[in-house]
């Protein structure tokens, strides 16, 4: 390997210049050049500032160990000329997907809007150095991204929701990762899917009783799987199905509702039981190819737990979690109560209890910043709480504009986590065609 060699201006023609792959070689800079695109191949759309830091970031923890690190790296195609596994997960591909970054497996599981990318979680939790067997947790785990890429990598995790239907959701698709696709193909091949979506057309869920609060946090998703089962659906038919069959059933039903209700009015539009069989055999094929590249690839998955609860009271015991990958809701930004509207709708939610309950979105007009606050600061000290020390928490999080006014909070995130006593450190991410009203987010790096 040459010594690091000096980049000079001169017109000098035997003045010695840098070698043009040191310029150019993105993974010369990665790996601190003691390899070069030869060995270690970047995925062609790995190409933003944040993909590139990221990527250097889980190599400087991982990369001394380059079998491990082509089975686990995120943003790496090959290593060593073999590809690594995220290639292969990725190429279990999913609706809406771009690239190798999202969406991929049973990510796509239910058309939830706000979504992070499972690619980058990934390269988080490299970074962390969170082993086989280590915990991560996801404190606002909404459908579960965090959740599923810790099951392929073999990492415990846990995730807590507010939402009931969204604990659900997020079960179910981790769930899914280990149903055994040969069985559930007989299921189906031997069925009328017909049948199965008029079981769930004929019957709506009702969660208006259940009550989102203190008393019932804590509550384990799969309990509340089995009480939305033996309460609300009647015997036989879907229900006799084993238990992940079943759920994944009823989260491509409501898939089928999302896509029939945003595509209503328009030249995509459809009956509801035309999206309802598109969407099975899509998430068959989803199935079948996971199962595939799961047994290939001599992955075991992790199975992940998530819990009905708060963020701002996270039922751990201190110093006990590796690592914290998150998205908490941005100020104001979305309205997840609206967003998920025909989902609640059909689970007969009682909306304004959950409102009350969610971080963003409590109180009026005047007074949502200030409660924001509050709960961001809450929510922050909890983290730092159960982290084990030196562990690390990764937020992702966008200022958004409030009337004229831009807010601040991944600033004071960082302000709050350093006067707490920790470092941190913010990544800027761009949101490409993306929601007008926020062109960048954070990745807030905080380290206990
Ligand atoms: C930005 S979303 C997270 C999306 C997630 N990263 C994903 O990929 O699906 C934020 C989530 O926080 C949930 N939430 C709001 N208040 C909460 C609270 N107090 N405790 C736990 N979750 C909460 C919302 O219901 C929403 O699902």
Redesign the pocket.
Known sequence: MSPRMEYKVSTDPSAEAVSLPSLVDPVKWITDERFSSKELRLFNDAAQLYELQLSRMEFLTLGNDLQQFGRRTAYFEEVMGRKSDHFFLSSVRGKGQIGHSNQYLTHWFYP?K????GQM?KALINFMGVPEGGLVI?????????LVECATLGIQSLG????PA?CMV?QTKGDALTIHYPDLEDFINSTNPTLVFKYFRDKEVSLAQWPISENEFGTDAQVLLEKVWTEYFPPGMVRDLPFKWRNVLLVCFMHAHSDYSYLMGTNKAMSLDAFFIRDLNEYMATLEGTYEILNRLDIHIQPPRVLF????DIPLASDSVDGIV?????SIA?D?VKNDAHLLRYMNMNTSQ?RQ?????RGSATEKLRLYEK?MKR?LEEMRRVLRPGAHAAI?LGDVTVGSIRTNFCDRIVEWWTDMGGEALSMRRPILGGYARLRYEHIMLLRK
């Open positions: 939830y706000g979504k992070f990318h979680v996801d404190p606002f785990v909404g459908s579960g991204t965090t807590i929701e507010i939402n969204l997020s609860g708060t963020a701002l998150t998205s908490p809701p941005y979305l997840y959950l309950a969610m971080v963003g979105l709960d929510a992702l």
